[in-house]
């Protein structure tokens, strides 16, 4: 694994375990299902591409999300 650092949108780096909040409402694939802006993702893993997290939502589990549509909380 490579020693790149995650950073949200705002250049912020993150780390395993942090929370982030959603900056724009994003469509879910394979499911009917949208995240609001704003939402609260807590306990982020990072996945060892810089541009991606891992996450669990309240509405979907294992769900991928890039890191141009978060911030940290």
Do not use: H
């Not at 900056?23 to 009917?32: C, P, Q, Y």
């Not at 891992?54 to 979907?60: A, G, L, P, S, Y």
């Amino acid at each position: 694994m490579t020693d790149a650092i995650v950073r949200d949108s705002n250049g912020t780096p993150l780390t395993d375990g942090d929370s982030v909040t959603l900056i724009k409402d994003l469509k879910v694939k394979g499911t009917s299902e949208t995240i609001k802006r704003g939402t609260l993702v807590k306990n982020i893993r990072l996945n060892g591409n810089p541009g991606e997290i891992e996450c669990n939502t309240k509405q979907v589990k294992g769900l991928v999300l890039k890191t141009e549509f978060l911030k940290k909380a």
